[in-house]
């Protein structure tokens, strides 16, 4: 919160100590490690220089860029893709007990959330270390894999964002973010125009999360674009037997059937 009210304030370099130092990084910038202090210990740094994709940083914002950037996560940045799986020792989490998970867990959410602050400023090399480094931390947490794919379908496309989802999958709990890892990769291949990888996905999905209403509602849109108007019912009456109702679930199904010209049925749904 604090590093989010400095970002909000303009103090980029105060939001990303903070975000340093809540992801444990603190001990990465000491005086000496990058050849010079840090920017507030008075060291000269390094001064500036082009890091490049990720712009040009003055000597506070190379301080922050090497601690973003130096150390593991980089089994998860390599040329590979995702395409290869990580060894647990080359992985920074430690699954013996609780404490060490949320601690893990508490690394990862704090480093994510540092790279969705570079991504904002444009440094798009620092945002990418980050990630690979939260999904070190703690490799189960989709979000990061989610909020890493969606970050290269933008920068770099498709391609290293199907590589990030993927992986996020097999690596990801089977929490409620990971209904939202099928979603984004369903709809990114929906948009690429591979609509049976789309489907695949969509099914592979609903399977593994049959109480995501947000899933089956997605089902049911791209089942409608696609003109297979039995499909999109079915995944929208799936989707409105969920429990809370989930009011979205109900207007496409209302729609569909307004389309369809059954208006009492509509009348009924809505």
């Keep these: 919160a604090a590093a989010a009210a400095a970002h909000h304030g303009g103090d980029l370099d105060r939001a990303r100590r903070l975000f340093m130092e809540g992801s444990g990084l603190a001990s990465a910038g000491t005086p000496g490690s990058f050849g010079g202090g840090g920017p507030d210990d008075g060291g000269s740094g390094p001064g500036s220089e082009s890091l490049g994709g990720g712009g040009s940083f003055g000597s506070g914002e190379e301080y922050f860029y090497r601690a973003a950037v130096d150390g593991e996560g980089a089994v998860y940045a390599s040329a590979d893709y995702g395409n290869t799986s990580p060894s647990s ?49 703690d490799p189960s947490d989709a979000a990061t894999w989610l909020q890493w794919g969606q970050f290269e379908r933008r920068v770099s496309g498709p391609d290293l964002a199907r590589a990030r989802f993927s992986l996020g999958l097999r690596k990801s709990s089977p929490t409620a973010y990971q209904q939202f ?27 593994a999360h049959p109480r995501a ?6 089902r049911g849109l791209f089942e409608m674009a696609s003109g297979d ?42």
């Design 181 to 207: 890892l099928y979603q984004a990769w369903a709809t990114m291949e929906a948009a690429e125009g591979h609509r049976e990888e789309a489907r695949e996905l969509f099914e592979k999905g609903t399977e």
């Design 229 to 270: 108007g039995d499909a999109a019912r079915a995944a929208f009456e799936r989707g409105a037997a969920v429990t809370p109702p989930y009011p979205p679930v109900f207007e496409a199904w209302a729609a569909l059937e307004m389309s369809a010209g059954r208006e009492g049925r509509a009348r009924e749904i809505a």
């Design 89 to 137: 020792s080359s992985i920074s989490f430690d699954r013996r007990g609780s404490r060490m998970v949320a601690a893990a867990h508490n690394r990862a959410s704090h480093l994510r959330l540092w790279a969705l602050l570079e991504k904002r400023a444009g440094q798009n090399t620092v945002a990418r270390a980050l990630f690979a480094r939260a999904a070190a931390a």
């Design 213 to 218: 209403a947000p899933l089956w509602l997605e």
